[in-house]
């Protein structure tokens, strides 16, 4: 499901569906921002395990406190 491999397409890997993480905003609220993209996810599992890529990538940091999302770049 994260990463493609010889059983799931690229296509129905999360990599695939990190262009859509990307929004017009710098900072957003995680359940906005959810709201924002969820048609590009089948489930909110999807949806956490790219927060997470994004976030090992350190193009995004989350502020649980606040429960937002600031975009690095």
Do not use: C, H, W
Not at 17 to 27: D, E, S, V
Not at 40 to 56: H, N, R
């Amino acid at each position: 499901m994260i990463t493609p491999n010889k059983f799931i397409s690229f296509d129905q890997s999360v990599l695939a569906k990190l262009p859509a993480m990307r929004i017009g905003q710098k900072t957003i609220g995680i359940r906005d921002l959810y709201m924002t993209v969820s048609g590009a996810f089948e489930s909110v599992d999807e949806f956490m395990y790219a927060l997470d890529v994004l976030y090992i990538l350190n193009e995004v940091n989350v502020n649980f406190d606040l429960r937002t999302v600031t975009y690095v770049n």
